[in-house]
Nanobody, 115 residues
Framework: QVQLVESGGGLVPPGGPLRLSCAAS????????MGWYRQAPGKERELVAR???????HNVYSVKVRFTSSRDNAKNTVYLKMDHLKPEDTAVYYC?????????WGQGTQVTVSS
């Protein structure tokens, strides 16, 4: 069973940066794509960013120039660097990993943007 462990969440003031990590229990070359999602209280989980096995990235419009995905294949880890954070970015952030037939999820990490 694949395990994904997110870390790096916390409390950050508006305008500040934060970097999330998602460590996989096995080689991330197994996954066609890995993604970052978030879920705010009372809202549905939404896609934030994706990074493919080849390193191609995609961000949703609301975070397009503020968030950056990257991957370290040697560490089996993907990252989400978040800059210029806004209060509306407050949510639980999850990573997922997709093979041809399965999708795996981490347990999430809380990000709170507040002064």
């Amino acid at each position: 069973q694949v395990q994904l462990v997110e870390s790096g969440g916390g409390l950050v003031p508006p305008g500040g940066p934060l970097r999330l990590s998602c460590a996989a229990s096995e080689s991330i070359f197994r996954f066609l794509v890995m993604g970052w999602y978030r879920q705010a209280p009372g809202k549905e989980r939404e896609l934030v960013a994706r990074i493919s096995i080849g390193g191609r990235t995609h961000n949703v419009y609301s975070v397009k120039v503020r968030f950056t995905s990257s991957r370290d294949n040697a560490k089996n880890t993907v990252y989400l660097k978040m800059d210029h954070l806004k209060p509306e970015d407050t949510a639980v952030y999850y990573c997922d990993a997709v093979t041809g037939s399965d999708t795996y999820w981490g347990q999430g990490t809380q990000v709170t943007v507040s002064s």
